[in-house]
T-cell receptor
Framework: DTAVSQTPKYLVTQMGNDKSIKCEQN?????MYWYKQDSKKFLKIMFS???????INETVPNRFSPKSPDKAHLNLHINSLELGDSAVYFC????????????FGSGTRLTVV | KQEVTQIPAALSVPEGENLVLNCSFT??????LQWFRQDPGKGLTSLLL?????REQTSGRLNASLDKSSGRSTLYIAASQPGDSATYLC???????????FGTGTRLKVLA
């Protein structure tokens, strides 16, 4: 049973479209994260939710909107997609104090054409 | 602001060599540090996690050390194998913020 699962694994879409990526964790963690890995493989945090409350919101265009319907799910909606949004998006989860570290999903490769 | 750097950026070694990957961070007020492995096109696999109060952790052929005062961690891989070829990432969480800041990664290739 996958601990942190993301869907879809691959997403190819045209500029200007709106798309969503979904993440679910079955570890019972109370904190979930979205990270973006750019073409140079650098991972940077975008958002974090703790018990459905947004606690980290890095400098991200407001075309990106996270939503956490419950503490096991964190979705990422992206409006008006741009070429520069092409990247791999990783979901992760942990406890509030990550004593046991982070667990990552397998990533969603988004390609905007 | 925490910054994490990894050197070398890339490393190519013959099979069987022992090797050391380095990670340095600028803010020593860390909560813990986690080493990950990423295979091409794949997600992140956790290798070792060191709490701020610990000096080292071991798992099989891997040993990670932590020197908080000097802002450094090393990942030691013994008797390297071609299957160890991957990108190795270190990530640091600071006390209070708990978000992980990632290093730039070391791309390792072990030649058969």
């Amino acid at each position: 049973d996958t601990a942190v699962s993301q869907t879809p694994k691959y997403l190819v879409t045209q500029m200007g479209n709106d798309k969503s990526i979904k993440c679910e964790q079955n570890l019972g963690h109370d904190t979930m994260y979205w990270y973006k890995q750019d073409s140079k493989k650098f991972l940077k945090i975008m958002f974090s939710y703790n018990n459905k409350e947004l606690i980290i919101n890095e400098t991200v265009p407001n075309r990106f909107s996270p939503k956490s319907p419950d503490k096991a799910h964190l979705n990422l909606h992206i409006n008006s997609l741009e070429l520069g949004d092409s990247a791999v998006y990783f979901c992760a989860s942990s406890w509030t104090e990550p004593y046991y570290g982070y667990t990552f999903g397998s990533g969603t490769r988004l390609t905007v054409v | 602001k925490q910054e994490v750097t990894q050197i070398p950026a890339a490393l190519s070694v013959p099979e069987g060599e022992n090797l050391v990957l380095n990670c340095s961070f600028t803010d020593s007020a860390i909560y813990n540090l986690q080493w990950f492995r990423q295979d091409p096109g794949k997600g992140l696999t956790s290798l070792l996690l060191i709490q701020s109060s610990q000096r080292e952790q071991t798992s099989g052929r891997l040993n990670a050390s932590l020197d908080k005062s000097s802002g450094r961690s090393t990942l030691y891989i013994a008797a390297s194998q071609p299957g160890d070829s991957a990108t190795y990432l270190c990530a640091v969480s600071n006390t209070g913020t708990y978000k992980y800041i990632f290093g730039t990664g070391t791309r390792l290739k072990v030649l058969a």
